[in-house]
């Protein structure tokens, strides 16, 4: 740190212990500089990573992924990025950058047709590269309530697959929250997925094989939102409910697999 610049420089060793893929290393640096008392932050940095792939994380991400697919650690070799972010006031902040990913290993979800007849997913991984720019907003005012959008737009260049399988090029996040007399607490997601292309090992109505047999599905956008009501009698018992898709849309976030339309939850919470 020297007056309005910090900056840090280092390393990163990542080592997995397998004759085929001993480890990884990776340079860590970043350069910032406060202008303005934080108005103005402009930054840029370089940085790469391992990722382990698990069972777990592969479901946590697709529900209907196969059993045991084969596990490969995702190689996030080069992550470079720059931006402007800062603090308007006390209550605003803001975040512009573009980000620049190259992986190796990237998980994909197809459609299987050899364990399942279609309604499961296999594991394909492939590079992939991808130009992020993205441009972020927060508000926050005190305890009462809080809220923030962020919207993404990516631009993909895979390695031999023909498209980035389930990734959209568009990603918009909204949140909201607020706080009444300490009791009641009121809070909504808003979401967006742009156009997604799915592959599918199996026959798709209204699609065309491909040379090698398999088929290509343009996947629409899709929008979203999810609601949450709560209720504090006081710092130990508390009630809840939840709706998800509360717009009741219509869409696939996996290909072939429908949304629920809605589902109503509702609990309580009592803390001992």
Not at 1 to 12: N, T, Y
């Amino acid at each position: 740190v020297w007056r309005d610049l910090r900056a840090k420089v280092g390393m990163g060793l990542y080592i997995e212990g397998r004759a085929d893929n001993p480890g990884h290393f990776y340079p860590l640096a970043e350069v910032s500089y406060n202008l303005f008392d934080g108005i103005v932050v402009p930054f840029a940095g370089v940085r790469g990573r391992t990722e382990p792939t698990t069972y777990l994380s592969l479901y946590n991400e697709n529900p209907f992924v196969m059993t045991f697919p084969d596990l490969k650690n995702r190689n996030n070799k080069l992550e470079l990025y720059c931006g402007i972010g800062g603090a308007i006031s006390r209550t605003v902040s803001y975040n512009v950058g573009v980000n620049h990913f190259t992986w190796a290993n990237f998980a994909y979800f197809v459609n299987d047709s050899i364990a399942s007849v279609g309604n499961r997913f296999a594991v394909v991984y492939d590079d992939l590269s991808a130009l992020n720019v993205h441009g972020e907003l927060a508000v926050y005012s005190g305890e009462k309530w809080k809220a923030n959008i962020r919207g993404d737009y990516f631009h993909y260049t895979p390695g031999r697959e023909a498209r980035p399988w389930h990734q959209p090029e568009r990603k918009i996040f909204a949140s909201w929250q607020y706080i009444l007399g300490n009791k009641l607490i009121v809070g909504m997601d808003l979401f967006y997925l742009g156009t997604r292309w799915a592959k599918s090992n199996v026959a798709v109505e209204g699609s065309d094989p491909q040379e090698d047999g398999t088929y290509h599905v343009e996947l629409k956008g899709f929008l979203d939102a999810n609601l949450k009501v709560e209720y504090r009698y006081n710092k130990r018992l508390s009630g809840w409910v939840q709706m998800h898709n509360a717009l009741a849309s219509r869409y696939q976030r996996w290909n072939a697999f429908n949304n629920q339309r809605f589902l109503g939850l509702m609990g309580a919470t009592y803390a001992f």
